[in-house]
């Protein structure tokens, strides 16, 4: 009896652990393949679409750190962008019905041509903490907030001070004929003065002709000028200035401008092949990366000899929108808050990314040179508006294929102009 007593709870206990390791592998097996739901135990994948280059490795290493976090959400990233038509590629993502869950939008007109597929984000947690210039792109005229700022950026003259000093240049340049000089104390010593990036619409036809737009009078006034025609590009004074900021950085030039892209102009900076270099604090990570001991900051891009002609261009780079129809937009709100409300979020965005938070509960710790160069710009209130979001519909592009143009010797400025205004006219 004792034998058989004992035969029959080994059976048992046989029986059991069999099927405690077939539940366990059942429950396995729907967790591997389930990549949508939201319930216990469900994974679920997040299609995340964005365009800035520069932080997609650090990107990728802060969602790993979220995924460890929050088990049941997967995100895929995808990333657009250094030259490539982000704008063009994301309607290409919602007519293939391939509709990322969370994607970026610049504001402003960008708000109004996405608007229908964009959920309200007003009441989320961290709507609270946002700065009053990170919400402006993305509120609607009744007072809703359809966009997360990625961050604050500033952009100008990028200049490396230890070719300053070799070239003798003891005071960073404010005006335009300070500037001037230090060209020629450049050239002197055999040092090229820029990397120009002419090749890339963008850093023209985008930021650079901002210049004048931003140090009008009043830049929304000339933009609603331009668009009831009581204002021209023809006789503005600042547009007449713009001529001798684009002729200085052509001619004095390192290579040709025109065929140089975003990667080589900020490679041929970064290894000192030139001491400026127009860009933003966007670069920090790319520049640090080839030159590790690089000593730099900022510089104005200055139209004329005013005291206003020492600002720095600062605004919002774009956004973080959610897809209203995604059928994981609560999980896709858990990411965004996560980001800019956990240690670990908001580490990535000042260590890791080298941005300028747009948010009160993220200290500005651990800028770089370039971040804390715009930091003090914008503390000082030396900045200038960014305006290419209130421009028409592609206008951006048509601008820099005229300023190419121009700087290839193929049309006078006073045809560029006019150029400039037949753009404006036709897209508006």
Known sequence: MKKLLLLGMSFLLVLGILAGCNSSNKESSSEG???????????????????KVEIADQLQEMIKEFEAEHPNIKVKLETVGGGADYGAALKAKFASGEEPDIFNNGG???????????????NEPWAEHVLPIGKVPTTDADGKLYGMPVNLEGYGFIYNKDLFEKAGITEPPKTLSELKDAVKKLDAAGIKAFSAGYGEWWVIGQHLMNIPFAQQDDPESFIAGLNDGSAKFVGNEQ????????????????????????NT??????????????????????????????????????????EGADRLPVGVPNNWVLNKNSEHLEEAKTFLNWMVSSETGKRYITEEFAFIPAFDNIEASGLGDLGQSILEYSKEEKTISWNWFRWPDGANKEFAATIQEYAAGKITFDEALEKFQATWDNMK
């Not at 319930?39 to 365009?51: A, E, H, I």
Request: proline share 4%.
């Open 33 to 51: 393949n389930n990549d949508s739901g939201s319930g216990d135990g469900d994974v679920v994948t997040l299609n995340l679409f964005q365009f």
């Open 108 to 122: 402003f007109k960008e708000l109004e041509l996405w608007k229908e597929h964009l959920a309200d984000l007003s």
């Open 239 to 262: 547009f007449k200035q713009f001529k001798d900021i684009v002729d200085l950085e052509v001619k004095n030039a390192v290579g040709n401008p025109i065929t140089t892209d975003y």
């Open 265 to 306: 102009q900020v490679t041929l900076f970064a290894s000192g092949e030139a001491a400026m270099l127009q860009q933003g604090n966007w670069t920090e990570n790319m520049i640090t990366e080839i030159n590790p001991e690089i000593n730099m900051g900022f510089l104005p891009i200055p139209l004329n000899d005013e």
